[in-house]
């Protein structure tokens, strides 16, 4: 039996290079192909010869990522079955750090091929500025020490996937005990909060000992690749052409400036509703005024048919797309024992369509987690007709984009999940969800600046230097009696370890999606077709332009922030 919930899906172009039945996860088969393509580029006479072997280079580019994106799809959905993790391990192992440096040896070929500045140059500029970047950043004994990172992020997935407790007689998902806290029961929020909170602590160590070696190998490669330390590399690896660290620390300011204030008032209400001398960390996901949780669906069916009538009211394109992913099953959206944490859309490359993950356990913020990957998802969709491979996808800053801003227009439909008064207490909650999550973007940036810019740190010296901006960023909340808890929240976010120094363009993208609902108040239709637009041109174009695409400034400092913040606190007054 698959372990996908799809089949085999027709490539959305026939094949015209890679063979039809070539096994994808089998180096000695792969390799031929390489061979043939790398003797073809230096036959390329002309500028038309260059691009046809570029489309030949894309097919097989995105034949070898589908295959490494159903792998991943498999061992994510079944974390603890062997053969989905084994096969997995396999591509990560045997492929991935043979194909590295051939895939290098092309782009240096291409860097270096008569015709590369004969290509037309609006079309070629994104990519060819990436592509050297690349180049020049390669290093062939960095290959190995990231397929020991890739290994150990796995055993982190691992470790957090096994996570359970035993809730009143019954084993629980960490994720299944988020429920509740959102129950009215002050005593049973705590009880389920510390329950949690000391499962993870028991798992400490191993997460500390898993983080020591990432940093160990993440250092290493940066210093491989000539740079003094892990972070002006991961910006450069990035392609962060457009903003810098020091672009980054303003934005950490404009936060804590524009931002903390309205975070601190929102505490402050929470705190006043619920009658309580001080907020505790497991007050924080309750309704204030103590009302039962919003129940959105009990079936994940219904979560889907009801986010199916969302995208029939916004756009018959879009609802098209997310009827697709449907009809070719291309969803997994509810919680088990045994599926790896979080929610991510992942593109399946040669068919050219998008697969989504979730652990939906009935909650609002499965909700908003539905209409973000579909987000994404409608991303993939708007550039299937792109050939050349890397342009199918944006930089991350505008990925998110596309994610954020689907939730905050989807958001306008919410009745088809809620009666008024409910939909515009999951707006209220939404809202307040998107300036609260600020903080903790601004947090896991600056925290990430600092580890990588502080060689051979202590696990002590860590500790505190997260601790100072729990101090600046983490709002009024009383962790009195869990100083531990707190010390080490950073565990959760997987993002650190898997991948470092991807969060600040949520922070970036956030700023982009509220322009986005901001130019929506203004001219709904024409809103709309920006976005549209902008997700049409995937990756092909420099990142302000993506954002001006959208109607959007690509700035993130206090003069952008403060409009926006404005429209939101003025928008939850209503609510």
Same mark, same amino acid.
Not at 222 to 240: P, S, T
Not at 350 to 362: D, K, L, S, T, Y
């Given at each position: ?12 172009r ?18 031929p192909l ?36 159903r ?48 290509l037309p ?27 020991e ?34 129950e ?6 705590q ?80 705190q ?53 992913m ?44 539905i ?8 991303? /993939?969709? =708007?550039?299937?007709?792109?050939? %050349?491979?890397?342009?199918? &996808?944006? *930089? ?5 984009? !596309? ?28 809202l ?10 601004a ?17 002590a ?44 363009e ?20 024409? /809103?709309? =077709?920006?976005?549209?637009?902008? %997700?049409?041109?995937?990756? &092909?174009? *420099? ?5 001006? !695409? ?21 928008e939850?007054?209503?609510?």
């Amino acid at each position: 039996m698959s372990l996908l919930p799809f089949g085999k899906l027709a490539a959305h172009r026939p094949r015209t290079f890679v063979p039809q039945n070539l096994n994808l996860g089998d180096w000695p088969q792969i390799a031929p192909l390489f061979d043939q393509i790398e003797t073809r580029a230096v036959q390329a006479a002309s500028a038309v010869e260059l691009e046809k072997w570029l489309l030949d280079w894309s097919e097989l580019c995105a034949a070898l990522d589908e295959e490494a994106s159903r792998r991943y799809i498999a061992m994510t959905c079944h974390t603890d079955n062997a053969d989905a993790e084994k096969a997995y391990l396999h591509f990560v192992e045997n492929v991935e750090p043979q194909l590295k440096p051939r895939q290098f040896a092309l782009e240096k070929i291409y860097v270096a091929h008569p015709q590369f500045n004969q290509l037309p140059k609006a079309r070629y500029e994104v990519f060819n500025r990436d592509v050297k970047n690349h180049v020049e950043l390669f290093r062939p004994e960095n290959v190995a020490l990231e397929t020991e990172e890739a290994k150990l992020a796995q055993q982190y997935q691992k470790l957090i996937g096994a996570q359970t407790v035993t809730f009143r007689g019954e084993e629980k998902t960490l994720v299944q005990m988020g429920r509740y806290l959102e129950e009215p029961d002050r005593a049973l929020r705590q009880e389920a909060w510390e329950l949690v909170a000391k499962r993870r602590l028991v798992d400490v160590d191993k997460c500390e000992a898993i983080f020591d070696g990432l940093i160990e190998l993440r250092t290493q490669i940066a210093k491989n690749a000539g740079f003094e330390n892990y972070r002006d590399y991961a910006h450069r690896q990035k392609c962060r052409f457009d903003y810098t660290p020091e672009n980054c620390f303003q934005f950490h300011d404009a936060v804590e400036k524009e931002i903390m204030p309205a975070v601190r008032e929102i505490q402050n209400e929470r705190q006043r509703q619920l009658k309580l001398e001080k907020l505790r960390p497991w007050d924080l996901a309750v309704d204030p005024q103590n009302r039962p949780p919003l129940k959105p669906f009990v079936q994940v069916g219904e979560m889907v048919a009801r986010t199916q009538k969302i995208f029939n009211h916004l756009d018959a394109g879009l609802a098209a797309g997310f009827q697709q992913m449907q009809d070719l099953k291309l969803l997994d959206l509810d919680n088990r024992k045994g599926k790896a944490p979080g929610g991510y859309q992942s593109t399946l490359s040669e068919a050219r369509v998008p697969f989504i993950f979730m652990n939906a356990i009935g909650l609002q913020r499965d909700v908003e987690t539905i209409l973000h990957e579909a987000g994404h998802a409608f991303h /993939a969709q =708007a550039t299937r007709d792109e050939d %050349l491979y890397p342009y199918r &996808s944006a *930089p991350i800053e505008f990925c998110e984009v !596309a994610s954020m801003a689907m939730e905050l227009l989807g958001n306008e439909f919410l009745e088809e999940f809620y009666p008024t008064a409910e939909a515009n207490r999951a707006r209220k909650t939404h809202l307040e969800g998107i300036i609260g999550f600020f903080p903790w973007m601004a947090t896991v940036d600056a925290f990430q600046h600092w580890i990588y810019t502080h060689a051979g740190h202590t696990r002590a010296e860590r500790k505190a230097a997260y601790l100072k901006l729990m101090d600046r960023f983490g709002g009024d909340v009383d962790y009195s009696g869990f100083e531990e808890v707190r010390a080490h929240s950073w565990h959760r976010q997987l993002h650190i370890f898997l991948h470092p120094f991807y969060y600040v363009e949520y922070g970036i993208a956030q700023l982009g999606a509220l322009q986005v609902w901001a130019n929506s108040k203004a001219d709904k239709a024409k /809103a709309l =077709a920006n976005y549209k637009k902008a %997700l049409a041109l995937g990756g &092909s174009r *420099p990142l302000p332009e993506l954002f001006a !695409a959208a109607g959007c400034k690509f700035q993130f400092d206090a003069a952008t922030i403060k409009p926006l913040i404005q429209l939101a606190n003025s928008e939850l007054k209503k609510l």
